[in-house]
């Protein structure tokens, strides 16, 4: 399948682009909503605060006024028969307030505790309906994978960044343990051995590391791999890293390929297929994956409430192929893609500006701005944009 504009000129990402602006769509009316919430509930409790604040800063102060007008209306008088008088309506006085102040006080620790409950359901929900989008669906994200192996199983992460905007995911294995045999197939690589029974020569013989541990390895989109590989006793270890046809290879901390004897018996094509293999791998073995956080500038974009704005970095994306299919198309009121099948069948697949404006506007000020990111609004003009995305 192949994605083209009107103008049969190819997109920059081989997706369903239509598809994938129609999930944003609907990801964004349903997250700006929850965020709001969010945002809506830290007011409440702010001025609640303020309020109980407020009282009980009133209170010491009306304490501390009577006691220095009270003292100040005996002085005055001077007589020796108010004084006990005075002390009374003043103890009086201190003890009551005492009682309001630790009513209030109590009443600010229920606040206190009960709120943080409160948006922390919102930031569930959140990240819950992210999840099936980030992954996927943010274009032009440089993305890692990382996988560890040991007693409890294979666990693995994924991150994402772009224009500082960074999401993790937690994976989940369908298998306890990882070879290299299961990864890359059969692997073999060189060391120095002594033979001979008379004399002892060193001779260079290759080991089958085909039932050796992954450990760990880290993938990345520009292709470049480490590989941690350990035997099941774990006394020996390998590694591997590097790309683009160029790899190194570590036996413990010595490395192989700086002997120039034995890089000649390292079978490179093998290497270079390593990640492709774990592209493979991933896609076949993950049985989980879960959204563990979403980062705007190193910052928690959840709890600090900046989802919209992680929102407008991903619109940023997407607008620059909707001016295109804007720029591209017969249509200027609608963003149309073709899709080409192998046999050369086309199909088109349409979404009209008004509509996206229509959806986005339903959700607010916030809708409003992202569809002026989008280019959908009526007051953002046709026209060629850089392209942002890899």
């Known amino acids: 399948m192949k994605y083209v504009y009107q103008d049969s000129t190819e997109l920059p990402v081989q997706l369903d682009f239509i598809e994938d602006l129609k999930t944003f769509l609907d990801i964004t009316s349903r997250v700006i909503p929850l965020e709001n919430s969010i945002i809506e509930i830290k007011c409440r409790r702010k001025e609640a605060f303020q309020e109980l604040k407020n009282r009980i800063e009133g209170m010491n102060y009306f304490e501390e006024r009577l006691e220095i007008l009270v003292r100040r209306l005996v002085n005055e008088i001077d007589i020796e028969d108010v004084v006990p008088c005075a002390n009374v309506?003043?103890?009086?006085?201190?003890?009551?307030?005492?009682?309001?102040?630790?009513?209030?006080?109590?009443?600010?620790?229920?606040?206190?505790?009960?709120?943080?409950?409160?948006?922390?359901?919102?930031?569930?929900?959140?990240?819950?309906?992210?999840?099936?989008?980030?992954?996927?669906?943010?274009?032009?994200?440089?993305?890692?994978?990382?996988?560890?192996?040991?007693?409890?199983?294979?666990?693995?992460?994924?991150?994402?960044?772009?224009?500082?905007?960074?999401?993790?995911?937690?994976?989940?294995?369908?298998?306890?343990?990882?070879?290299?045999?299961?990864?890359?197939?059969?692997?073999?690589?060189?060391?120095?051995?002594?033979?001979?029974?008379?004399?002892?020569?060193?001779?260079?013989?290759?080991?089958?590391?085909?039932?050796?541990?992954?450990?760990?390895?880290?993938?990345?989109?520009?292709?470049?791999?480490?590989?941690?590989?350990?035997?099941?006793?774990?006394?020996?270890?390998?590694?591997?890293?590097?790309?683009?046809?160029?790899?190194?290879?570590?036996?413990?901390?010595?490395?192989?390929?700086?002997?120039k004897a034995l890089e000649a018996f390292i079978d490179i094509e093998s290497l270079s297929k390593i990640p492709e293999k774990i592209q493979a791998y991933f896609m076949e073995n993950v049985h989980t994956y879960t959204l563990s956080k979403v980062l705007l500038d190193e910052e928690d974009a959840v709890s600090t409430n900046q989802?919209?704005?992680?929102?407008?970095?991903?619109?940023?994306?997407?607008?620059?192929?909707?001016?295109?299919?804007?720029?591209?198309?017969?249509?200027?009121?609608?963003?149309?893609i073709k899709m080409e099948e192998a046999d050369g069948t086309r199909t088109e697949k349409y979404i009209s500006r008004a509509e996206i404006y229509v959806q986005l506007a339903e959700i607010g000020s916030e809708g409003i701005e992202i569809a002026g990111i989008l280019g959908v609004d009526s007051r953002t003009s046709i026209k060629n944009r850089k392209y942002l995305i890899v």
């Open 89 to 259: 309506a003043l103890q009086t006085c201190s003890e009551d307030l005492r009682k309001k102040r630790e009513a209030l006080e109590t009443e600010w620790a229920k606040i206190d505790n009960r709120t943080p409950n409160e948006y922390k359901i919102f930031e569930g929900k959140i990240l819950e309906v992210l999840s099936s989008f980030l992954i996927s669906g943010v274009y032009g994200a440089e993305k890692r994978f990382k996988l560890s192996s040991g007693a409890n199983g294979i666990s693995g992460e994924i991150e994402g960044w772009v224009s500082g905007l960074q999401y993790h995911y937690d994976l989940g294995f369908k298998e306890e343990n990882l070879t290299v045999e299961k990864l890359v197939g059969n692997l073999s690589l060189p060391g120095w051995t002594r033979t001979g029974i008379l004399r002892k020569e060193e001779k260079i013989k290759l080991q089958d590391i085909s039932e050796f541990l992954v450990s760990f390895l880290e993938y990345d989109t520009q292709k470049n791999v480490r590989i941690i590989l350990e035997n099941k006793k774990a006394n020996r270890k390998f590694r591997i890293e590097g790309g683009e046809h160029r790899y190194f290879v570590y036996e413990d901390d010595k490395e192989i390929t700086a002997d």
């Open 307 to 336: 989802i919209f704005d992680c929102l407008k970095v991903i619109a940023e994306q997407y607008g620059v192929i909707v001016q295109e299919c804007l720029v591209k198309g017969h249509n200027k009121e609608e963003i149309t």
